[in-house]
């Protein structure tokens, strides 16, 4: 099976959920929502509906990242010991707000996306590791070519956690019984980016070649997002794969 679907609402939630049957949460990522307003998405949401949270930022992103701006509310503790998976009572307390936010909408996979430029560490591993035991499966974005050392890998499977690439940009591997595949573009990270027909065959292709799994996942995150990923959706459905 393929899951086709969009990194945050490029539409109204109602028309959104009449099209998709997944969505991956951007805004936890940049702030901690009410639980009350976690609540309310839960309810709104048709039965089947999946959600997938984005991790919140001050696990994986320290507090000198640009993507802080967005950030609102107050944080407990020092500033400067949040991001990078470090060891710290600061991480930990995100993660665990992270956590909860997954309990009140029934999600059971958490994306966990490290800035680019976050090389693997032992106690990012170590940390990473005490994270994967919780009730969710982690879905794992690294972007620095450290991470993607034969060893590390192994690490990532032993902790059964999903490895997640844009497959345009690191060939995909097999770490669990499900693909999770986010697409930002070609060429870099290119928000605006509009995919054409040559490079959803080449998406069909890569699907068919790396089906060897339960479920691919694959998540837009690009200015056309929903024009790209039904365009997808069709032509799985015209190439014979079970798509929604």
Same mark, same amino acid.
């Given at each position: 099976m393929v899951k086709i679907g969009c990194c945050g609402y490029p539409i109204s939630r109602p028309k959104y959920f009449e099209t998709f049957r997944v969505v991956e949460i951007q805004s936890t990522f940049y702030s901690l929502p009410k639980i009350s307003?976690? =609540?309310?998405?839960?309810?709104?949401?048709?039965?089947?509906?999946?959600? $997938?949270?984005?991790?919140f930022q001050g696990v994986t992103h320290p507090s000198t990242s640009p993507t802080w701006r967005r950030f609102r509310g107050e944080l407990p503790g020092n500033r400067e010991n949040y991001g990078l998976l470090k060891n710290t009572e600061e991480v930990r307390w995100s993660w665990s707000k992270t956590i909860e936010i997954c309990r009140e909408l029934g999600a059971d996979k958490v994306l966990i996306q490290l800035p680019p430029k976050?090389?693997?560490t032992n106690e990012a591993l170590e940390v990473l590791k005490k994270f994967a035991i919780e009730e969710v499966t982690i879905l794992f974005?690294?972007?620095?070519?450290?991470?993607? =050392?034969?060893?590390?890998?192994?690490f990532i499977r032993q902790?059964?956690? $999903?490895?997640?690439?844009?497959?345009?940009k690191n060939n995909p591997v097999k770490t669990g019984n499900i693909h999770y595949w986010r697409l930002h573009g070609r060429d870099g990270y290119r928000y605006?980016?509009?995919?054409?027909?040559?490079?959803?065959?080449e998406l069909v292709n890569l699907i068919d070649v790396h089906g060897d799994v339960d479920t691919v996942y694959v998540m837009f995150n690009n200015k056309f997002m929903f024009?790209?990923?039904l365009r997808l959706r069709e032509l799985l459905r015209e190439n014979g794969f079970e798509a929604i």
């Open positions: 307003t976690v =609540q309310r998405w839960r309810e709104e949401a048709p039965v089947g509906f999946e959600y $997938i949270v984005k991790g976050c090389e693997v974005e690294p972007r620095h070519p450290s991470w993607f =050392q034969e060893d590390i890998l192994d902790n059964s956690i $999903i490895l997640c690439v844009d497959p345009f605006g980016y509009k995919y054409t027909d040559e490079d959803l065959n024009e790209d990923a």
